[in-house]
């Protein structure tokens, strides 16, 4: 293992191009950088948007920045279903699309606290093993429910087959099962905001300091690291910046 | 201005105290300060340093140092400030003992603060335990449309003017000049290369028109592509100005953003584009 530098410190926003896996970009900036790298939560490989990665001695702050809410842009499809939710997975079933009158009793439902089944192309573990890779192996997995909170999801355009919507929603939540639950699939996904960050303000050549990144998240976020952690790392940052 | 460190160091006399943190001096915080002025009580501030979100290891961005924040109250009229540090076991007192030790024995007779203002263990400390000591109070609403979040969100967007007409000021950057990459120079436009506290807010990259030292000033927010050391560069190109900076304390104005960072193909077109740079400073106005 090869050891990774403490500095420098600080966090990196980065607008994701569909394609890469999330973990090609961290690997990037650490070449750049040569620093301790880590992310704060992935985007599959077919989506775009928003990272939040951690460089050096902030990665120790990784529990600040995990479960804060996401908002999304997707476009789905809503006249197939696939295996994974998104376009790379094997279609299941075709059908004609909902009424406008039907697909907002859907979406209404769908808004608030709700349960769905997580993606059988995800990464959770089931008795131990990837759900994605027993997926692939072709075993037919009763995916468990995962408790959501939906605070807004807003269509943006409507064609009848194609519905864009824009979400904002806890921590965990897969807008691919929310396209499933739509009798959909997701063409395409953008994610616009992690918690107080947003994806406007990505810029890979910008290390963002600590201490105006975490000003910016909730008490309750900062509260999962210990006090001593959070202020060791922000002395480390002081101290790189005046030497 | 007469700053203190310690309560003992004031004297005690009359006197009319505004509390806050006071981070920018922003119009909002203006209109707290001034509530202390023109009464026949000496105008006093009481403030703390460092950031107690830094102390608490919460973070902050900073609108301004300590230094910078003490010659704006100056500017205003404050005749004394105390500057309590603020440490762990400052946060702990009981509202009534840091009333007490750091108002009280300067001799306070009206005690004003911000709407929301709260200190002490637990924060619970609030004007009315300045009231419930005997002491006059005044709490000061907040003016309408001006928040230090507000202001940090838009420089942090490099929206320098709008930021300016809720600081009521222009936004600054402060710093010591050091020495860079001596590049600027051999272009023509040799830099002051700027380094600033960590914890001071920091505009969005990009090119501004604005002053320092009383000359106008190109200035550049950017970045080494190789992040390195000091990733980060604030160089500011006075025009008309010769004359060795180093070491100097720098408070740069930053009243327009002209443009976005951009790579040249040559150094013909990277000087060209600063000879633009310079010509917008010429005419850009102060907000």
Known sequence: ?243 | MNVAHRPAELERRPRAVAIGMFDGVHRGHRAVVSEVLGRDLTPTVVTFNPHPREVLGYGVALLSTLERRLELLAEIGVEDTLVVAFTPELAALTPEAFAESNVLATGAELVVAGHGFRFGAGRSGSLATFAKLGVQTRQVDLVPGISSTEIRRLIAAGDVRSAAAMLGRPVEVEGVVVSGDARGGTLGFPTANLRVERSLLVPDFGIYAGSALGHRAAVSIGVNPHYGGSERRIEAFLLDYEGNLYGKRVVVELWERLREEAAFTSEAELVAQIGRDVEATRAATRP
């Open chain 1, 1 to 243: 293992m090869v050891p990774r530098a403490s500095t420098p410190v600080g966090v990196v926003l980065l607008d994701k191009p569909a394609g890469p896996s999330s973990f090609a970009l961290v690997a990037e900036l650490r070449r750049r950088t040569r620093a301790r790298t880590g992310h704060t939560g992935t985007l599959d490989p077919f989506a775009s948007g928003l990272l939040v990665l951690l460089s050096g001695s902030a990665t120790k702050l990784a529990p600040c920045f995990v479960g804060l809410d996401k908002r999304y842009l997707t476009d789905v499809d809503l006249t197939s279903t696939t295996a994974t939710g998104d376009p790379e997975g094997e279609l299941l079933e075709r059908h004609a699309p909902p009424s406008r009158e039907e697909l907002e009793h859907r979406l209404a439902a769908l808004r608030g606290e709700v349960e769905l089944p997580i993606p059988a192309a995800s990464a959770v573990k089931i008795g131990g093993e990837r759900a994605y890779r027993l997926a692939r192996q072709g075993v037919e997995l009763e995916m468990p429910l995962r408790r959501s909170l939906v605070h807004a999801l807003d269509v943006i355009t409507y064609t009848g087959d194609d519905v864009a919507l824009e979400l904002h929603v806890s921590s965990g939540t897969y807008v691919r099962s929310v396209a499933a639950a739509l009798g959909g699939h997701c063409t395409s996904l953008r994610r616009t905001a992690v918690g107080p960050f947003r994806v406007e303000e990505a810029d890979p050549n910008r290390l963002v300091p600590v201490a105006g990144a975490l000003e910016r998240l909730p008490v309750e976020a900062l509260e999962r690291v210990p006090p001593a952690v959070r202020t060791s790392v922000l002395a480390l940052e002081r101290d790189v910046a005046a030497g």
